[in-house]
């Protein structure tokens, strides 16, 4: 499809002439949900701004298997690099996040995980109504479709615990398991929890599940196409739509806001910038949206005016309203991970190396969509450390619990001890699990990071398969905040990885069960008697190593959330239960900055869902105005 066709539906000349509804500062995950359910009522003219460009028909983008090569170049990513990290003895680590069309879910791994009950009860008791599970349950459904697996396929990967009644059955995502081209390590995956004990307790998305699953991708199974954001919520269809207009390669540098009454704001524009230097004021009637992401949408506030004071003057910027909790509370996801070196009669991912294999597997995809390059090849697991999941270990944990969580000065955030007692009630709820565990078919070398680019390529001789250990629920807490009143700049990103020292214990003790499930069938087998562990010695039975290495060798997981928290603002929230900034009547924020706690799992379908429920109560707070107004 030539790329012609998937053109801006509105030039940046034409934008002085025009006034929009309602403008979406973002094209990616969050902002095409919002503006595509928005925009079926043909009476909402609305404007998307997109900093990235429009690739919808790139084949890195929509063939599945090759999203990696995406990572760190700036056409697809920002690129962003945290700060020396304080937890990491001054380790630097990378944030790849989608800057294009369909933001991050146009270059992710296309994992289709699921979050917890208790982890979204846990966003309503900190002061959210409406946000508790049962209220997002239609939401996890409403965005995907779900397309049931082969018959082959099911029995190959053991997902009889599928239960098609709770599943998407009309939204625009994709999720399959693709053609049959999985490995035998994914065959071994639920069987290798077997023999330990741990029968997976129900389907992912019941959320109460615990055990090992084979996850489905986000690919699309009549074409093996990724599914994403940008190809399926505003695909051909929708762009037909007159009253949706969307600009890339536009940065929005600020929100410009009007002072209403002595406590609010009005957002009434944003000023853009494009690629060439072109600048232009464009207007909004109704609401300005951020949908930037956890990054960049509190760079945004902080260069409009909204943060803390302090910070602000310091580079020279009018503070308009005061709220030092801007940019805070970011929490993420990472993981460590364990390569082995597999059997001589077995093969990995890490073939792709050789240049005729990659070529014959670029055509075999180009020419049927068949092939590894087609299919979501990752398989996951919801555990808590082994050593607690006994009755005597509950008190163990309670006692860990009790001694780096009680005695630790909290930050000077002040939801963050109620957010840490909601984190304690799940490690102690049978039903969730504080680690998950993901098998990916090819090495990892987070040793010659940061860049994601080599810690993904295949750069160590010989064929391994790696395993993930990764914490779900983190105390530890990170930041992101200006260093310049340039809109260009990146602002510093700070991670947090265990700046909190429960955190450290608790990865650790997840980090030492990857030897367990390596050591143990069917999964022994398909690894080399005695081969290559690009990890290093075992640390299955030396907690400090373990520490150690997870220091080393952590990854960012890719799933910054947090940095604009829904919730009250006496507990340090940036937006109320209905995404308005607080201080201001008609700006919001739907992306998942506003996530208040970070779910267990990989955060794409969170951010499905929460789009979906924000695009609604958008929908209701419109319809009520409406309703005000005729009645005035």
């Not at 599943?167 to 065959?187: C, E, F, H, R, V």
């Not at 808590?384 to 005597?392: I, K």
């Amino acid at each position: 499809m030539a790329a012609d066709s998937f053109a801006d539906s509105i030039s940046m000349a034409s934008l002085s002439s025009k006034t929009f509804d309602i403008i979406i500062v973002g094209g990616g995950t969050s902002g095409l949900v919002v503006a595509s359910r928005l925009t079926e009522d043909p009476s909402l003219n609305v404007l998307v701004v997109e900093a990235g460009a429009n690739r919808l028909d790139d084949p890195r983008v929509i063939t599945p298997g090759l999203c990696a090569t995406t990572y760190f170049d700036p056409d697809y990513d920002w690129c962003h690099m945290s700060i020396p990290q304080k937890g990491l003895d001054g380790r630097q680590v990378a944030e790849p996040k989608g800057r294009l069309l369909g933001g991050s879910t146009a270059i992710n791994l296309g994992m289709m995980i699921y979050p917890s009950r208790a982890g979204y009860n846990a966003w309503e008791k900190l002061g959210n109504p409406g946000w508790g599970w049962e209220d997002m349950v239609p939401y996890f459904r409403k965005f995907h479709t779900f397309n049931p697996p082969s018959a082959k396929i099911r029995d190959r990967l053991g997902l009889e615990y599928l239960d098609k009644n709770i599943q998407g059955t009309s939204g625009p995502i994709q999720a399959s398991w693709g053609q049959d081209w999985y490995t035998p390590y994914n065959d071994a995956w639920p069987e290798t929890f077997r023999q330990l004990g741990y029968e997976l307790t129900g389907d992912p998305l019941s959320g109460v599940s615990k055990g090992a699953f084979s996850n489905p991708g986000t690919i699309d199974p009549k074409t093996n196409t990724r599914s994403h954001a940008g190809n399926a919520y505003y695909n051909a269809e929708v762009r037909k739509r007159p009253n949706l207009h969307v600009i890339t390669e536009a940065l929005v540098e600020r929100i410009m806001l009007e002072k209403v009454d002595a406590e609010n704001f009005a957002a009434v524009g944003v000023e853009i910038v494009t690629k060439d230097g072109q600048q232009q004021n464009v207007h909004a009637k109704i609401e300005v949206i951020l949908a930037a992401g956890a990054v960049k949408t509190p760079q945004l506030l902080e260069l409009s005016g909204i943060g803390d004071a302090e910070l602000l003057n310091s580079h020279r910027i009018e503070v308009l309203i005061n709220n030092r909790l801007v940019g805070e509370n970011l929490q993420e996801h990472g993981f460590v991970p364990h390569s082995w070196e597999v059997a001589d009669e077995k093969t990995s991912g890490d073939i792709m190396r050789n240049p005729e294999v990659a070529g014959a597997a670029m055509a075999a995809y180009q020419q049927s969509g068949l092939g590894p390059l087609g299919i979501c090849s990752l398989s996951s697991s919801y555990m808590p450390v082994a050593e607690f999941a006994s009755e005597s270990g509950s008190s163990t944990i309670d006692k860990l619990i009790d001694q780096y969580l009680d005695s630790n000065k909290f930050k000077d955030f002040p939801g963050q001890e109620k957010q840490y007692e909601l984190i304690r009630e799940i490690f102690r709820n049978a039903n969730d699990a504080s680690g998950q565990y993901t098998l990916a078919p090819f090495q990892l070398n987070p040793q010659n990071g940061p860049s994601p680019k080599t810690i993904f390529a295949p750069t160590t001789s010989g064929s391994y398969i790696s395993i993930v250990a990764v914490l779900n629920y983190p105390f530890s807490r990170g930041s992101v905040h200006i260093n310049s009143a340039d809109p260009a700049n990146q602002p510093d990103l700070d991670v947090g990885f265990f700046t909190h020292p429960l955190d450290l214990e608790l990865h650790a003790r997840h980090v030492q069960w990857l030897e367990t499930l390596a050591k143990t069938e069917p999964m022994a087998s398909l690894f080399k008697k005695d081969g290559r562990r690009i990890h290093g010695n075992s640390v299955e039975n030396d907690l400090e190593a373990a520490k150690q290495l997870a220091k080393e060798r952590i990854v960012p997981h890719y799933h910054v959330v947090g940095t604009c928290a829904m919730m009250p603002k006496d507990l340090g929230g940036v937006v109320d239960n209905r995404l308005k900034v607080y201080g201001t009547h008609n700006l919001r924020i739907v992306d998942a900055s506003i996530f208040p706690l970070i779910p267990r799992g990989n955060i794409q379908s969170s951010v499905y869902a929460v789009s979906e429920k924000a695009a609604d109560i958008i929908k209701e707070d419109l319809l009520s105005e409406r309703v005000i107004r005729t009645k005035i």
